[in-house]
């Protein structure tokens, strides 16, 4: 499974950018796609996920600014993020929750990250 993940950039605080991600190889299903962070020193962090069944959570330090939306046809998820702070400043790394076949266990995909940057 390869996930592409784009949409990253530079932008002033206030600002918006929308994250996109593709799943692309050979699996049964996606259980869901995330979206986490990840800045020098500090763990990886969950930023938003959504299940294929539909269930949505958010980050508190981005609810409110951020919205998560999937593409179950094309096996996309995007993240719009609004009123941008620096402190969202981190490399941004999209998540898959798959099954390989019918019947196997979940695993875990990565992106390869992709870095926002929030200037004050």
């Known amino acids: 499974v390869q996930l592409q993940a784009s949409g990253g950039g530079l932008v002033q605080s206030g600002g918006s950018l929308r994250l996109s991600c593709a799943a692309s190889g050979n699996f049964f299903s996606i259980y869901a796609m995330n979206w986490y962070r990840q800045t020098p020193g500090k763990q990886r962090e969950l930023v938003a996920g959504a299940t294929t069944g539909g269930r949505i959570d958010y980050a508190d330090s981005v609810k409110g600014r951020f919205a998560i939306s999937r593409d179950n046809a094309a096996n996309a998820v995007y993240l719009q993020m609004d009123s941008l702070k620096p402190e969202d400043t981190a490399v941004y790394y999209c998540?898959?929750?798959?099954?390989?076949?019918?019947?196997?266990?979940?695993?875990?995909?990565w992106g390869q990250g992709t870095l926002v940057t929030v200037s004050s």
């Open positions: 998540n898959a929750i798959v099954t390989a076949f019918r019947g196997s266990s979940l695993r875990d995909y």
